[in-house]
């Protein structure tokens, strides 16, 4: 396949192997952090761990989005789903994802309308196609995924539909970064940052990890571009933020990507998943789009959520924990029967663990 | 779904010819083996392409019988069908069904019809169960060695791809059809060949990586798989990379994967060839000692994982 082969072959792979095991300090522990769930599935799966030196330490950072979305708004989505003429329209990894006290799939198979969509424009398609249903799209996921669903919502406006809406988890990476930069326990020498995300928003929001002495390189998701990414941050000399992934990254990011995401939506604080909240690191969709806004279309009233006992994902988010310090790990925890989201998603790394540890 | 039929089924029903967990059971009845099996099909969509659920029911049972050396004779037919069907609809699916059977060699020799009202089923579900005679019985799992090659007869998850983007209406996918195949002829050449197959199974539920970790599982080996070598065609490919999923766990309906011994592997290699259900049968590993009862992959990427069993079913990731 073309433009990705290229960027699988094993002899430039080896190469870059070779350059790394040169330029690697074997004095250090070298600690770097892969933050998008991609990464740290693509890491699994092509056994790049096998291709480095031991005193590297890839730790699996908080970029899965389904990892990263807290109980309480799949009980909200659960909810909804329970509202007589409501179809959910989910990515398809939502599905499983265990919430305070069940999950979508659970409720699917109890009879309530749950459909798996591609996209959010497929959501809006679906509501188009089904008028006397109310279409309700889990918006969930980074800045990559927030711009579609944002131009869902002004197509929506557009062509006046008035039977769609979105529950919004969305979230938004350099604050959850900042965080993890300031937790005790993780001593991380650089960050492997997101491909995609930073398509959108560019180089310029990370500018303060390098400031706080850490070493930094935007990175593609192919094995190539993996490893050719870890050698930059073992080269790079200062902090700084470098860009592997040139074929598709411009410093600036995408413009109106972002112009479409502040149209629609603004920030305010956000709960993730094991680490709880973030100053303005979550999107919510405007006042003048609350028609789209299925939170205040339809005021579902939620018991109190709660967090299962035993499961560590909040460490494994953080990076502070690995799937195999989890008591819960391969006995209570298995994809057929996931308790905690980083064993549903297939970019979850409890889920990279089991399948590919 | 392993957890649930080991937990009930083969724990209420045991016997030692359950315990075999074979696709098809062998049974012996005076001086002559038989192989019988059973299979229900709830395929959505009805119609894929490169098949259907008449066409599927007849040569997944077909191929059943066939893994375990039977040559396929009888079927049976159990069709359970949705209150307001169209009738135009039932009809296409039956001569599908007529079609098959010809064209596998067996007969449709007793059956049943219900109707259900409507959304007690699906549109339609279908049965049926297969009898063959065995004419190969040194399949043995206890004599594959070090170094034995596994083979696969053509490329994989063609069928997971077509069904899927059908269902789901994926433009990319449209050009991806089911391998869907009567496997009968193809694995009657391979078995009369003179060569030692030692196990032999269709990658239907879970795909090559399930059936090769059925094949290791509690086994004093296991098996080595170069991922450059697993044949895969571009259009599953590229339904793979854009929905996330593993092609290794996709179901096949029309290929089968063996261990033969090492000296006959070129030999087997060439009669598989020959067939034009097997043109593109392929080496793709080996069995290895070092790691028991466990599959591991040399990836493309010149790295190496371990192959799990897939547990649940693959769902399309978000980005």
């Known amino acids: 396949m073309k433009y990705v082969d290229e960027y699988r072959d094993s002899k430039l792979i080896a190469r870059q192997a070779r350059e790394i095991r040169e330029a690697v300090d074997p004095g250090h522990t070298y600690s770097f952090m892969e933050v998008c769930g991609t990464h740290t599935m693509n890491i699994f799966r092509f056994g790049i761990r096998e291709l480095l030196p031991a005193n590297i330490r890839l730790i699996s950072g908080p970029g899965c989005p389904v990892c990263v979305t807290p109980n309480e708004f799949i009980d909200k989505a659960i909810a909804l789903a329970g509202i007589k003429n409501i179809i959910i329209a989910t990515f398809g990894d939502m599905l499983k994802v265990p919430g305070s006290y069940s999950s979508l799939e659970k409720e699917r198979g109890a009879g309530a309308s749950v459909k798996i969509v591609y996209s959010s424009i497929d959501a809006l398609d679906l509501a188009k196609r089904n008028p006397e249903k109310d279409v309700v799209f889990l918006g969930i996921g980074f800045e990559t995924t927030a711009p579609t669903v944002a131009q869902s919502i002004l197509m929506a406006k557009r062509a006046g539909v008035k039977n769609y809406s979105v529950l919004c988890g969305h979230k938004t990476m350099p604050e959850a970064l900042s965080v993890l930069t300031e937790a005790p326990k993780l001593d991380i020498d650089g960050f492997l940052l997101p491909g995609h995300v930073s398509a959108i928003i560019g180089v310029k929001p990370y500018r303060f990890l390098a400031a706080r002495g850490k070493r930094c390189v935007v990175a593609g998701f192919e094995p190539l571009d993996i490893m050719q990414a870890i050698s930059m941050l073992i080269k790079q000399k200062r902090p700084g933020i470098e860009i592997q992934y040139t074929r598709i990254i411009k410093r600036g990011g995408n413009v109106l990507a972002r112009k479409s995401i502040k149209k629609v939506f603004e920030e305010k604080d956000s709960i993730w998943r094991g680490i709880g909240k973030i100053r303005k690191s979550g999107l919510v969709i405007k006042s003048k789009f609350a028609e789209f806004d299925a939170e205040k279309k339809f005021r579902v009233q939620i018991p109190g959520a709660r967090d299962h006992a035993g499961c560590i994902c909040g460490d494994v988010i953080k990076g502070v924990k690995t799937p195999l310090e989890c008591k819960l790990f391969r006995k209570t925890c298995a994809p057929e029967h996931p308790v905690g989201a980083c064993m549903v998603s297939s970019e979850g790394t409890c889920s990279a663990y089991y399948k590919y540890g | ?319």
Not at chain 2, 108 to 122: N, P, S, Y
């Open chain 2, 1 to 319: 779904m392993h957890r649930l039929i080991d937990s009930l089924i083969m724990k209420e029903f045991d016997n030692a010819i359950l315990r075999q967990k074979k696709d098809s059971a062998i049974l012996k009845i005076g001086s002559r083996k038989l192989a019988f099996t059973t299979d229900s099909y709830v395929v959505n969509p009805i119609f894929f392409p490169g098949g259907d659920i008449g066409s599927l029911s007849v040569y997944g049972t077909v191929n059943d019988l066939s893994v375990c050396g039977a040559r396929p004779l009888y079927l049976s037919l159990g069709i359970i069908i949705e209150e307001g069907l169209d009738k135009k609809i039932l009809e296409r699916i039956v001569k599908s069904i007529k079609n098959a059977a010809r064209i596998a060699g067996v007969k449709i020799v007793t059956g049943d019809t219900k109707v259900v009202e409507r959304g007690l089923c699906d549109k339609i579900f279908i049965n049926t169960s297969g009898l063959g005679e065995v004419y190969y019985d040194k399949f043995s799992v206890d004599a594959v060695e070090a170094g034995d090659p596994v083979i696969i007869s053509g490329p994989i998850g063609e069928h997971a791809i077509s069904v899927l983007s059908k269902r789901e209406g994926l433009a990319f996918g449209t050009k991806v059809r089911s391998d869907l195949a009567p496997l009968n002829g193809l694995i009657q050449k391979v078995l009369k060949a003179p060569a030692c197959v030692k196990f032999m199974r269709d990658p239907t539920r879970g795909g090559l990586a399930t059936t090769l970790n059925e094949a290791v599982s509690g086994r004093r080996f296991g098996i080595e798989l170069d991922e450059k070598n697993v044949p895969i065609s571009s259009g599953v490919r590229q339904a793979c990379e854009m929905l996330g999923l593993d092609p290794l766990y996709l179901a096949c309906e029309g290929r089968v994967v063996l261990i033969v011994s090492k000296k006959d592997a070129s030999r087997v290699l060439d009669v598989i060839r020959k067939d034009t259900l097997g043109r593109a049968a392929k080496v793709i590993g080996r069995v290895a000692k070092d790691y028991r009862g466990r599959v591991l992959l040399n990836t493309i990427a010149g790295g190496r994982r371990i192959v799990d069993m897939l547990s649940g079913e693959q769902l399309p990731r978000i980005c």
